[in-house]
């Protein structure tokens, strides 16, 4: 079964330091997201991607943030400069369509990231 | 996205079916029902998703009543790695929002 593949799985990383967390969506897939979660707490959207561009954005997603399909098959988040509060379990999910509700969501397994 | 509400937490007893609640009286006519769950350490996953009729899968069913307002995700038989956090989301036109989810504990 097609899976979204992330990486790193766990990354530390010191305060104010550049993080780049990579996904590899399922290939006929066009959208793409992520999301993250902070340990016990619930999944929060922070963007979403589409034919290169961003289409939607959460108010979490400010401006150390950014999102990249460098080639055609990676999809990044980029945090430039990383905050004690930006730990947290980051999910990058993609899907067929995203027209309609009809299409579902495939998420990887997650990066976890703790800054210290 | 339209808002849901599910109960905090529900428990279970193994091989029992269960029966999780959403309400969602604020749906539009293009949102789509869907259910995600989230296993201990583990992405979200797939689990159902529905218009208007009533949908069955390997997973699970989803029984949606006929004014919409609410759904019923229905485990047959509840299984020790069926505990997990469900989550019932609407979707339209927009991007997938998830609420708090109800934590479904099953009991051996």
């Known amino acids: 079964e097609p899976e979204v593949t992330q990486t790193p799985s766990h990354q530390v990383t010191q305060m104010g330091q550049e993080v780049i967390l990579r996904c590899v969506p399922i290939?006929?897939?066009?959208?793409f997201y992520w999301y993250r979660q902070i340990l016990g707490q619930k999944v929060e959207f922070l963007v979403s991607?589409?034919?290169?561009?961003?289409?939607?954005k959460s108010e979490i997603f400010d401006d150390q943030f950014s999102v990249e399909r460098p080639d055609g098959s990676n999809f990044t988040l980029k945090i430039r400069s990383t905050k004690l509060e930006d730990s947290a379990m980051y999910f990058c999910?993609?899907?067929?369509?995203?027209?309609?509700?009809?299409?579902?969501?495939?998420f990887g397994a997650g990066s976890r990231l703790t800054v210290l | 996205d339209a808002k849901t509400t599910q109960p905090n937490s529900m428990e279970s007893n193994e091989e029992e079916p269960v029966h999780l609640p959403c309400n969602h009286s604020t749906i539009s006519g293009t949102d789509y029902i869907h259910w995600y769950r989230q296993l201990p350490s583990q992405g979200p996953e797939y689990v159902i998703h529905?218009?208007?009729s009533n949908v069955n899968n390997r997973m699970a069913s989803l029984a949606i009543a006929e004014d919409r307002k609410s759904s019923t995700l229905i485990l047959h038989r509840a299984t020790l790695r069926d505990a997990a956090v469900y989550y019932c989301i609407l979707t339209g036109f927009g991007d997938m929002r998830f609420g708090a989810g109800t934590r479904l504990t099953v009991k051996p």
């Open positions: 999910a993609s899907r067929e369509g995203g027209g309609s509700g009809a299409n579902v969501l495939t």
């Open positions: 290939s006929n897939h066009l959208y």
């Open positions: 991607f589409y034919n290169n561009e961003i289409s939607e």
């Open positions: 529905g218009l208007t």
